[in-house]
């Protein structure tokens, strides 16, 4: 079945940099895009961008252009999403979710979400 | 950009009633709005895709409307695990994807 197992939690300090991995199994890991979604504390979802794992082609949501960066590795099914400059309001719960698409658009499958914490 | 506002943010409902979620999109997007359920501590899941269209496992109790600016939600009967939060979502032609703000649906 369709599995993405994502990294564990971390803890950083304003500034710094994170990177969060994604590791997918069960499917064709470069036939479906991969996006990255993350939830503050007590909010809603909000969409970061997502990648190609065949192309590495990239898409982001204009919030994020020029501080999130979306890699993959294609020899270990792996997509990585690294996000700079860290605030505190950076601190949230980040997912990483396929994309399913034929004649319609749907983020069928989910991670199990990774908890960054910014604090100094 | 277009921006997708549900309501009511909130509700209290108890088991066996039917439950309504609007979604409200800012600019017509056809048919092209999925809902998803999270439950605290969890990743979202998704129920509908395309408005109207169950996705595969999903108990035949959810079920999703509308078209151009305006869809609706239906739980046709509330059950216990049906608790949660749910949200709308919009994935334009410019491959930008934009989620309504949520209802928490809670335990009357």
């Known amino acids: 079945q369709v599995q993405l197992v994502q990294s564990g939690a971390e803890v950083k300090k304003p500034g710094a940099s994170v990177k969060v991995s994604c590791k997918a199994s069960g499917y064709s890991f470069t036939a479906y895009y991969l996006h990255w979604v993350r939830q503050a504390?007590?909010?809603?979802?909000?969409?970061?961008?997502?990648?190609?794992?065949?192309s590495g082609?990239?898409?982001?949501?204009?919030?994020?252009q020029g501080r999130v960066t979306l890699t993959?590795?294609?020899?270990?099914s792996t997509?990585?999403?690294?996000?700079?400059?860290?605030?505190?309001?950076?601190?949230a719960v980040y997912y990483c979710a396929r994309e399913f698409s034929l004649a319609y658009i749907k983020l069928d499958s989910w991670g199990q979400g990774t908890l960054v914490t910014v604090s100094s | 950009d277009i921006q997708l506002t549900q309501s009511p943010s909130s509700l209290s409902a108890s088991v066996?009633?039917?439950?309504t979620i609007t979604c409200q999109a800012s600019e017509d997007i056809t048919n092209y709005l999925n809902w998803y359920l999270q439950k605290p501590g969890k990743a979202p899941k998704l129920l509908i895709y395309d408005a109207s269209n169950l996705e595969a496992g999903v108990p035949s109790r959810f079920s999703g409307s509308g078209s151009e600016t305006d869809f609706t939600f239906t739980i046709s009967s509330l059950q216990p695990e049906d608790f949660a939060t749910y949200y709308c979502q919009h994935y334009d032609n410019l491959f930008q994807v934009t989620f309504g703000g949520g209802t928490k649906v809670e335990i009357k």
């Open chain 1, 79 to 91: 997509a990585y999403m690294e996000l700079s400059g860290l605030r505190s309001d950076d601190t």
């Open chain 2, 16 to 19: 066996g009633d039917r439950v």
């Open chain 1, 57 to 64: 082609a990239t898409n982001y949501a204009q919030k994020f």
């Open chain 1, 72 to 76: 993959r590795d294609t020899s270990i």
């Open chain 1, 41 to 54: 504390p007590g909010q809603g979802l909000e969409w970061m961008g997502r990648i190609n794992p065949n």
